[in-house]
C-alpha cells in the first residue's frame, strides 16, 4: 500500500468521479484508475461501487477513508517537521473563523504569514465557536478564532485568550431609543429580536445576560449571518447585540445604531490550536497573530 494510492482514493471519494480526481492529482484518469484498482486486489475489497453514472464508496470504503485520511495528514506533518528544521515551513493552514471575530485581522496576519512562508498554502472557512473548537479538537481545523460568554473557556484544545469585549446593542436608525447614550437590558426586553441560533456560543452570552437579570427576551429571528441580521434590523424588524469592536470595523453594519448597554453580556475571543501541539506552519502563523510565546 503506498501513500499515493490513499490521496488517489481520497480524491475520488471527494469528487465522487474519476475524472475530476485525476485531474486534482494532476494524473490522467487511466493511471488513477489503475492505482486505485490495485489497491483493492491488495486489500481484497472493492472501495467504490462504479456505475456509468456514478461513484460511490462501498462499506468498505467508508471505513477505509478515515484511517486514509490520518495517515496522509501524518505523512504531510512529517515532511513538514522536516523541512521546518532547515527554515522550510509549507503544507496547508486550515484555518477557522467565527463571522464576527475583531480581535485579530485575520487577512493581515495570512499576509505577513505568507510573506514569509509563500509555500504555505491556506484553507479558510466561517462557523459557529462550537463547531470551531470541535474542528479544531478532530484535527479537522489547524487553528480557529473563536468567541465565548465570559463565563466559558475553550476544552479538549490549547487556547489564547485575545480579547475581552462588551456587546453593545444594534439599532435601527429610527429606533426610539436610538438617541440614548445608554441603556439597560430592561430596556430592550420587550423588542423583537435577531440573534444567532439556539445552543450557540454566539447566542449564548445574550441569552444568559437577560437570564441573570431575571428577563425573558423575544428572538423573532435567527441567523447565521451577520449581514443578513443587520438587514432585518435595518428593515426595523428587530435590534440585535454584537461585540463593540465588530460594530465599529463592520462595513454591513453602516448607517446602524451602536448604543451602549449598561448591564450587556461580554464574550471573550480567543485562537485556538490542537493539544498534541501546532504544525510547523500553524505555529508561523500564531507568531503572526502575536501569540507565539504560548506556544508549546
Same mark, same amino acid.
Given at each position: 500500500?503506498?501513500?499515493?494510492?490513499?490521496?488517489?482514493?481520497?480524491?475520488?471519494?471527494?469528487?465522487?468521479?474519476?475524472?475530476?480526481?485525476?485531474?486534482?492529482?494532476?494524473?490522467?484518469?487511466?493511471?488513477?484508475?489503475?492505482?486505485?484498482?490495485?489497491?483493492?486486489? /491488495?486489500?481484497?475489497?472493492?472501495?467504490?461501487?462504479?456505475?456509468?453514472?456514478?461513484?460511490?464508496?462501498?462499506?468498505?470504503?467508508?471505513?477505509?477513508?478515515?484511517? $486514509?485520511? *490520518?495517515?496522509?495528514?501524518?505523512?504531510?506533518?512529517?515532511?513538514?517537521?522536516?523541512?521546518?528544521?532547515?527554515?522550510?515551513?509549507?503544507?496547508? *493552514?486550515?484555518?477557522?473563523?467565527?463571522?464576527?471575530?475583531?480581535?485579530?485581522?485575520? &487577512?493581515?496576519?495570512?499576509?505577513?504569514?505568507?510573506?514569509?512562508?509563500?509555500?504555505?498554502?491556506?484553507g479558510l472557512r466561517?462557523?459557529?465557536?462550537?463547531e470551531l473548537v470541535?474542528?479544531?479538537?478532530?484535527? %479537522?481545523?489547524?487553528? +480557529?478564532?473563536?468567541?465565548? @460568554?465570559?463565563?466559558?473557556?475553550?476544552?479538549?484544545?490549547?487556547?489564547? /485568550?485575545?480579547?475581552? %469585549?462588551?456587546?453593545?446593542?444594534?439599532?435601527?436608525?429610527?429606533? @426610539?431609543?436610538?438617541?440614548?447614550?445608554?441603556?439597560?437590558? +430592561?430596556?430592550?426586553?420587550? %423588542?423583537?429580536?435577531?440573534? !444567532?441560533?439556539?445552543?450557540?456560543?454566539?447566542?449564548?452570552?445574550?441569552?444568559?445576560?437577560?437570564?441573570? $437579570?431575571?428577563?425573558?427576551?423575544?428572538?423573532?429571528?435567527?441567523?447565521?449571518?451577520?449581514?443578513?441580521?443587520?438587514?432585518?434590523?435595518?428593515?426595523?424588524?428587530?435590534?440585535?447585540?454584537?461585540? $463593540? @469592536?465588530?460594530?465599529?470595523?463592520?462595513? %454591513?453594519?453602516?448607517? *446602524?445604531?451602536?448604543?451602549?448597554?449598561?448591564?450587556? &453580556?461580554?464574550?471573550?475571543?480567543?485562537?485556538?490550536?490542537?493539544?498534541?501541539?501546532?504544525?510547523?506552519?500553524? $505555529? /508561523? !502563523?500564531?507568531?503572526a497573530v502575536g501569540?507565539?510565546?504560548?506556544?508549546?
Open positions: 500500500m503506498e501513500l499515493q494510492q490513499m490521496r488517489y482514493v481520497v480524491a475520488v471519494a471527494e469528487t465522487s468521479n474519476f475524472t475530476r480526481a485525476a485531474e486534482r492529482c494532476h494524473v490522467v484518469q487511466s493511471a488513477l484508475s489503475h492505482q486505485v484498482k490495485r489497491l483493492e486486489e /491488495e486489500l481484497g475489497v472493492a472501495l467504490f461501487a462504479r456505475t456509468s453514472r456514478r461513484v460511490r464508496l462501498t462499506p468498505a470504503g467508508e471505513a477505509f477513508l478515515p484511517a $486514509a485520511r *490520518l495517515c496522509l495528514e501524518s505523512a504531510d506533518r512529517a515532511a513538514a517537521e522536516a523541512a521546518a528544521t532547515i527554515g522550510q515551513i509549507r503544507g496547508r *493552514l486550515n484555518v477557522g473563523v467565527i463571522p464576527t471575530v475583531a480581535a485579530v485581522d485575520v &487577512p493581515a496576519a495570512l499576509s505577513r504569514l505568507r510573506r514569509r512562508h509563500p509555500q504555505v498554502r491556506v466561517t462557523g459557529a465557536s462550537n470541535a474542528d479544531v479538537a478532530s484535527g %479537522e481545523l489547524d487553528v +480557529a478564532f473563536l468567541g465565548l @460568554p465570559g463565563t466559558r473557556r475553550p476544552t479538549g484544545v490549547q487556547s489564547f /485568550e485575545l480579547a475581552r %469585549e462588551r456587546l453593545v446593542a444594534v439599532l435601527p436608525p429610527d429606533h @426610539p431609543r436610538a438617541g440614548r447614550k445608554r441603556l439597560r437590558l +430592561a430596556d430592550l426586553a420587550g %423588542e423583537p429580536a435577531v440573534d !444567532f441560533p439556539y445552543g450557540s456560543a454566539g447566542r449564548a452570552q445574550t441569552d444568559e445576560a437577560f437570564a441573570q $437579570a431575571g428577563l425573558a427576551r423575544d428572538v423573532a429571528f435567527e441567523v447565521t449571518d451577520v449581514a443578513l441580521m443587520s438587514g432585518l434590523i435595518r428593515a426595523g424588524l428587530a435590534i440585535g447585540f454584537l461585540a $463593540a @469592536p465588530y460594530v465599529e470595523i463592520a462595513p %454591513e453594519l453602516k448607517g *446602524l445604531v451602536a448604543v451602549t448597554v449598561t448591564d450587556a &453580556p461580554h464574550r471573550t475571543e480567543y485562537v485556538v490550536w490542537p493539544s498534541p501541539g501546532p504544525t510547523p506552519a500553524t $505555529a /508561523e !502563523f500564531l507568531t501569540v507565539s510565546r504560548t506556544i508549546h
